[in-house]
Structure formats: C-alpha cells, structure tokens
C-alpha cells in the first residue's frame, strides 16, 4: 500500500481546527487531538502495523516487535492556533515511509515502531514533552498526574477520555530497553533550510529552554475612582517585566542565542473597568548553555521584582519546567548526513520529544525546509515537494538504520 505524505496530512486538515485563533487547536485528550488518535489508529492497523497504546498516553504502531527496535514519529497535538505540520508531518512522514519500505518488499533486520507522543507542546497541562517525560521517568508520574488544565481537569483525570489508566502512569523500563534508537521529523521552525536552499537538514543540538509562572499580585479596585498615585496594578508591573525581557534577551542574542517571551497571560479578574489584583504570566526563557540560559532567568527576574516593587506589587516565580542544552548523537547524526547525501546539520531553538529522549538512547532529527520559518502559528508552512522529499529522506534512514541486525 502506498501512503502519501500529503495526502496524509490533508486527511485530518479539517480536525481541529479553530475558528476563533486561525489554524489548528488541538489540546491532548480534548476532542480534536482524540479524533487524531483514531486516525493514527486506523491507518497504522489500515497499513498492517500492530497498534498499541502506552501507559503514558503514547502510541505506537509497530511493524515488527521485540528489542533493538528503531522508533520514528512525532506527535500529534499543537499549540493553541498552531499550524499543520508541528508534530503531524512527522507521523504522517512516519507512516509514509513504513508503507514505502513495505511496498518494495523491503525486509528491516530490525523492527520499527512509529510513536505519537502525547501533550509535546504543553498546550494544555503547561509542560511540555510529557509523553516522553513520563515515559523515560525525566518527570514524576505523581507531578503530571496533578497537573491542571485552566478548567482545573487533572492530567489524571483527563488521560481517560483515551483509556489510560492513571495508576499505571510513569517510567517505562521495558519500553526503554526495547528502543535501539528514535529519529523525528519535524518542520524546521526557523529559515535555515531556506537560506540554505535545501529541503532537508539532520538537527545537532536544541537550545536549553524552561518555562516560569510569574504571579504579580497587587489591588484590585475600580478604573475610574483610583486615582493613579493611589494604585497597586499588578498589569502595569507585568508590562514593565515583558519590556525588560524584551530588552534583555535582546541584548544577548547575537553570536550567542538568547530567547525571552511572555506569549500568555491572564489578567484577574480581567474586566475592561477594573484594576486587576493579580496577573499570571508564563516566561519562556531559552540560551545556548544552561549557564548562559540561567544567568539571562536571573536577570529578567531581577529586572520583574524592580518593577513589581515600582508599582507597589509583590511577585512569585515558580519554575514549571526546564530543559537542559541537547546535543543530538554525534554518530548517528553522521550516519544520516552520509545517507543523505551530505545534507545540511542545523541547530534548532525549539524543544522535541527527541531532545527528551536523547538523554536515554542514539537520538536524531529531520528538518524538514520550512519556507518563511514561522511556526507556532497558522502561517507555518512547508510545499507539498518537500514534504515528499522529507519523507523520502526518513524511509533512507529507516532504511539505513534496519538494514544491520541488532547485536
Ligand atoms: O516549545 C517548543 O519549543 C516546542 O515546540 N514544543
Ligand atoms: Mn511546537
Ligand atoms: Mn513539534
């Protein structure tokens, strides 16, 4: 059976979408990311793939079990209004390539599993990767098991809705043992591959990335009978923080990375006539090393607790996530450039279940050219030829990489 890339992707084009933001919101364990799992379901069994899911909320289509299996894939849920291809192209490429392999006869000398992680982007329980976190213990079962969504659901209470059991949450040992090595597609998320003009790039490393909840606290009153000297308004100590991390981030990030955003926050009790009494913001703060991520943290802090004194306000910082500087594996990113014919290597800035799953075992990733960049928006886009050619590069590598017996 031949299974196109793109023919893939249009299948599940119309789920998820969101009519409010543009592109796709599609939240792990809400309807949209639900009716995805299904569909990764039904064409991977429709291949002939044995489909199975963890005890983390992970699937896995497997053709071919046992040890020294070479994992691919990616996932399936996406930022609120993201765009087509963060996580899909790389499990449709996934399923195209297994069906390619299948279609000439090819016999892998080991077996191959496509995996679907769940809740890579933290869209809904605000960390990232927790999939591949529980699965390789990097994150306590307990800790996302508690987790809230921002209607107070449970990580716990919402992995039912796909039949997970929560008890059975946490550190997969003998799914771990049984994986050789994990290679992702991913749309690249920057203009690498552009300027360099070419599809396909092996990534070598992921910035070191966190996120941190930022509550300023202050008084609520009323808009119009506050005078101005007289108010405590934790909005205008938060603007004064995005200034400064703005400014900050800025200021580092030339031949070092530097990366500093608030992208979401929430006002309460957030009327148009009201001074708020308190603000949450989320601080998503990204470098080059952990030292130099860290010290650029401590000074945008610095520079939040300035101005949430300016304003009469009190702040509490509390780190909900932190991933330290991912070098992918020296070999294995050899090996795929040399099947590839000596395409580009290119470091990315933005955090993957590969970069979670490298600290356990052989880790790679495929870019796929992304023409103006964007990502994490409804303008991310990739053409239908390099989808192709992306998912042609992945079947070589399932290919290079299946063709050795396992030891
Ligand atoms: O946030 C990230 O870097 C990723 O896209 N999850
Ligand atoms: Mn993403
Ligand atoms: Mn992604």
Redesign the pocket.
């Known amino acids: 059976m031949t299974l196109d890339v793109v023919t893939l992707l249009n299948e599940i084009a119309e789920i998820g979408r969101d009519p409010v933001r543009g592109g796709y919101s599609r939240h792990v364990y809400e309807p949209a990311e639900l009716e995805l799992r299904e569909w990764f379901r039904r064409t991977s069994t429709g291949l002939g793939l044995e489909v199975e899911t963890d005890r983390n909320g992970n699937i896995w289509a497997h053709w071919g079990r046992g040890d020294g299996a070479i994992a691919i894939g990616s996932h399936l849920d996406?930022?609120p209004g993201?765009g087509a291809y963060?996580?899909p192209l790389g499990v449709a490429s996934s399923l195209a390539a297994v069906a390619a392999l299948m279609e000439e006869g090819f016999v892998p000398a080991r077996p191959v599993t496509i995996a679907a992680f769940g809740e890579?982007?933290g869209s809904r329980f605000g960390i990232a990767c927790l999939g591949s976190k529980l699965m390789t213990g990097a994150l306590p079962a307990a800790t996302v098991a508690a987790l809230t969504d921002d209607a107070g659901v449970t990580y716990a209470e919402a992995c039912l809705a796909d039949g997970i059991d929560p008890a059975g949450l946490g550190r997969d040992d003998e799914r771990m043992a049984s994986l050789a090595a994990f290679v992702e597609l991913h749309v690249e998320?920057g203009i690498g591959l552009a300027d360099l003009d070419a599809p396909v790039a092996v990534a070598s490393s992921i910035l070191a990335h966190g996120r941190w909840k930022l509550v300023f606290s202050g008084e609520g009153n009323h808009a119009g009978a506050t005078r101005m000297r007289d108010r405590r308004d934790p909005v205008a100590a938060m603007a004064a923080a995005v200034l400064a991390a703005q400014r900050i981030a800025s200021a580092h990030d030339g031949a070092d990375s530097a990366r500093a955003t608030i992208g979401r926050l929430t006002p309460i009790p957030g009327g148009t006539n009201v001074i708020a009494s308190r603000v949450d913001a989320w601080l998503d703060v990204r470098g080059d090393t952990d030292p130099q991520t860290r010290a650029l943290l401590e000074e945008i802090l610095k520079a939040s607790h300035a101005s949430a004194e300016e304003h009469g306000c009190t702040l509490e910082v509390v780190e909900e996530s932190y991933v330290s500087t991912v070098h992918f594996d020296p070999d294995l990113q050899q090996r795929l450039v040399g099947a590839l014919g000596g395409v580009p290597v290119l470091a990315t800035g933005?955090?993957h279940d590969a970069g979670i799953l490298a600290a356990e075992i052989p880790t790679a990733m495929l870019f796929t050219r992304n023409p103006t960049g964007v990502?994490?928006s409804p303008y991310e886009t990739a053409t239908d030829e390099d989808c192709r050619v992306g998912a042609r590069a992945l079947t070589e590598v399932v290919r290079l990489l299946t063709s050795e017996p396992r030891k």
């Open positions: 996406s930022v993201g963060d996580g890579e982007e998320q933005a955090g990502s994490h």
